[in-house]
């Protein structure tokens, strides 16, 4: 009984001590907190049984010596390290608790804050034709993270390039809300206006040329869903970004008819033409000494078509006769365009997994110390 009583004391000022620094860190949270990974606590469950195991269990493993009485040595003096035999299995037991409710992944939910953010509704209409597999020249080092390995070209392409500047405008991107549009032949939405920054990174990043069908440039088309994606917007800018190489070429809509459509809901067209010129470069393999062969292709582009766009809607034409130019010309169309203000509520999120996983370790250390050092058994 003396026995059972004292560990029954050991326990509960171990676990007391153990539990002062998540209860002082953490405090009333612990109330309200969310288990990521709840399954783990079943194996709470497993704590008695290691319990009983290391303490009262240890004893009946241990090596016994027959003697005719016991009257002699329960009159003689009885050590400290004697009445703590079962501390190291208690602050396994402990210890074991404490991992099992880490590993459970707690989290803390805190209320949302609230600030003044401003921000924008842009669409992007990327082009997928043919014509974009060009070859693109000066890309900014920057930029280069956000190339995915070439599979039929050795340098960037076109929609390389595209694709490069516009992850990276992606990634400088707060509170504007950003929606991807692609087309060739037809158009097709990739991605709504949105804040997961991060979907459409992984979206854009993925985007090829034989992803849809290139043999066609339906600038009109891609104006009209862009269109529609931002006519319930209540944004004070909306804008469309048209990043195109060519000529109006195939689609169901006329690029005028798209224009006068973003007139009604009072978006601004910025059509930005990928590369200059009727002629452009396209990688044709190596020749037999492992150079880089190049030809010159005819790709017709129709400048005055994106201009007459731009100055329908209020917009601006580029032309981005490289990749920094085409970095340039995307964020001077940030700059031209008047942001909404808006209050953003954000709910924060903290792991409280280490404040449970220290004192654990911690124990399972001080278990270890006590077995080697103080109470080691005899044989």
Known sequence: MRRALLGLALLLLVTLVAGLYPLVA???EWLTVRWERPLWLFGLCLVPVVL??????QDKRSPRVKIGSLAALRSGPVGWRARLVDLPGILRSIALAFCLLSLAKPVSVRGPTEAEEEGIDLVVALDLSGSMRAVMDNLPTDLEKYLTPAENSPVPTRLDAA???LRDFIARRRSDRIGVVVFGRSAYVVSPPTLDYQLLDALVSRMQLELIDPNGTAIGDALGVAVARLRKSEAKSRAIV?????DNKGGELAPEYAAHLANVIGAQVYPIQVGEGDIAKVYRGSDLFGQARFESVAFPTNPALLHDIAQKTGGKAYVA?????????LHDVLDRLEKTEFEAAQATYQDLFRFLLLPGVLLIFLEALLTTLVQRRFP
């Open 242 to 246: 048209l990043l195109t190489d060519g």
């Open 163 to 165: 694709k490069a500047v």
């Open 321 to 329: 006769n490289d990749a920094t130019s085409l970095q340039a010309s």
């Open 52 to 57: 009983y195991w290391t303490t009262i269990g």
């Open 26 to 28: 953490i405090g009333s």
